[in-house]
T-cell receptor, first 109, second 115 residues
């Protein structure tokens, strides 16, 4: 399977702390994207990093990509209760996207 | 502008019945994807449409599943003779690019429950 795997499966932190989640995948990719899902309905795109990029920032989000290790990490700094959600990485090869099983993040106020 | 819409938002059906799920993508988006998400699981790719090209059906789990995309816009996912294991949230996404260089925009999903 080309599906990505997120780690950890669940993460619980205090508001204000940083949250780091990781994604590993199996095949070469065009790009990797991170999505957030609230309440099990619909996904919202967070950030896209291309295969020739190593790091990307967007607001409180920082994504890294290591194609040699076939892994990516998503860092959310200064977490807020509103960040509570499931986070998925998605790898793109050709026309298809492969989503991981997600990390469930709980930010405690 | 309007995002991806899906209908119905919830569907409860009896085992053995057929169901149709609808997706209205963002206007102008050429790529359309259907996914299935079972409780607490990731997204399972079902089918991909790109313009007028033949769809990529490689993710459809059985011949009870089919999908159409009319006029390069609205798509319908049909599940015939539904089974309890078909219960899941069915998500549709559209994208302006066929090559995965752009993000996917997801609809809110249809929650299907087969009794």
């Amino acid at each position: 399977s080309q599906q990505g795997e997120e780690d950890p499966q669940a993460l619980s932190i205090q508001e204000g702390e940083n949250a780091t989640m990781n994604c590993s995948y199996k095949t070469s990719i065009n790009n990797l994207q991170w999505y957030r899902q609230n309440s099990g309905r619909g996904l919202v795109h967070l950030i896209l990093i291309r295969s020739n990029e190593r790091e990307k920032h967007s607001g409180r989000l920082r994504v890294t990509l290591d194609t040699s290790k076939k892994s990516s990490s998503l860092l959310i700094t200064a977490s807020r209760a509103a960040d509570t959600a499931s986070y998925f990485c998605a790898t793109n090869t050709g026309n298809q996207f492969y989503f991981g099983t997600g990390t469930s993040l709980t930010v405690i106020p | 502008g309007a995002g991806v819409s899906q209908s119905p938002s919830n569907k409860v059906t009896e085992k053995g019945k057929d169901v149709e799920l609808r997706c209205d993508p963002i206007s102008g988006h050429t790529a359309l994807y259907w996914y299935r998400q079972s409780l607490g699981q990731g997204l399972e790719f079902l089918i991909y449409f790109q313009g007028n090209s033949a769809p990529d059906k490689s993710g459809l789990p059985s011949d009870r599943f089919s999908a159409e995309r009319t006029g390069g816009s609205v798509s319908t996912l049909t599940i015939q003779r539904t089974q309890q294991e078909d219960s899941a949230v069915y998500l549709c996404a559209s994208s302006p690019s066929p090559r995965g260089l752009y993000t996917q925009y997801f609809g809110p999903g249809t929650r299907l429950t087969v009794l």
